[in-house]
């Protein structure tokens, strides 16, 4: 297949499982990612609050949609391979919530000849004004999967578990603690944040906050590979898990304007994943106080499962707190 370049309307073949951001379901979506940020489910604190009320995390958008734009081709996996996120405004509890996918291009790109990409932009709107974008690449191979039965089986030391157990309970929120981009350096370290052992009901909690029911397998849904038929975390999850990585960091007065992540591999049942993150840099410009993030994901070997770079919008001393919405433009593209 050669490369084509494609500006395509897709109509998705199923009902958005959330078209509102009602308390309960922000709280499903964050049960789902292991999140229990007070700013998503408490509401006594989201009103005290610079927002004034709860909100939902920037990941919720996967809830009405879950971003992959590969249509066709139902002999050929759909591998979630990269998401660029750029979040332009929260979304508050009681938000209308529309998405609209366009396939934007197909072709082999760097497959090696055994395969091809499709990348599509899905466009997420509440009220006419655009909340956020994600642009997707999606692998598409008729290779098959690793078999469950041919994974080696993940093991731990009773010394090891007590260690994830500790690193747990050590985990730290910024919350409302508020972090100013003038005392940001250099080289600050976000987390870590563990996510495991994972487990089957991670898995159904995650598809339960985002589609409703667990995807079957059978491709009917367009969905991209992983979730509970295939016993591994989902590309989107492992997104969501890094932005509350951020989110945690940023404390409740920041805002996560983007997030670019590559995926590396799905994390399987079993496996505990190690989310770490640095910050490369500071800007200034157009009236925003940024910090540039780089963040990687990491398996209980130490392999890499997922890397990626964040910029967070931060309150400042000389431009006071992050001021919402931002303007929707068009240099991403």
Known sequence: ???????????????????????????????????????????????????????????????????????GYEDHRRVYKSVDWWWYDIVRAGSELCAEALLIAEGDGDTNGDGFHQSGRVEFTSGGSVIATA?????????????IEDRPEVRYTPGELDEIEHNILAEKRCGPSTRRWDNVQDGDELGPLLKGPLSIMDVVAWCAGT??????GSGSHQF???????????????????????TDWMGDDGFLHRLHVDLVALPPLGSTTTLSGRVTGRGDEAGLSSVAIDVVAKNQDGDVTATGRAVALLPSLAKGPVSLPLKAANTHA
Do not use: K
């Open 1 to 71: 297949m050669s490369a084509e370049t494609l500006r395509r309307r897709i109509e998705r073949e199923w009902t958005p499982w959330v078209s509102t951001a009602t308390p309960d379901a922000i709280r499903h979506f964050a049960w789902g990612v292991g999140d229990d940020n007070p700013l998503w489910l408490d509401r006594s604190h989201a009103e005290a609050s610079v927002w004034g009320g709860l909100v939902a995390p920037p990941c919720f958008a996967y809830a009405v949609d879950e971003t992959t734009v590969a249509p």
């Open 224 to 246: 991209s590979e992983g979730g509970l038929h295939a016993q591994t975390a989902t590309g989107p999850q492992q997104v969501a898990w890094l932005a509350q990585l951020l």
């Open 135 to 147: 642009d997707t690449r999606c692998y598409r191979t008729t290779s098959l999967a690793q078999a």
């Open 211 to 216: 589609q409703g029911v667990p995807d079957d």
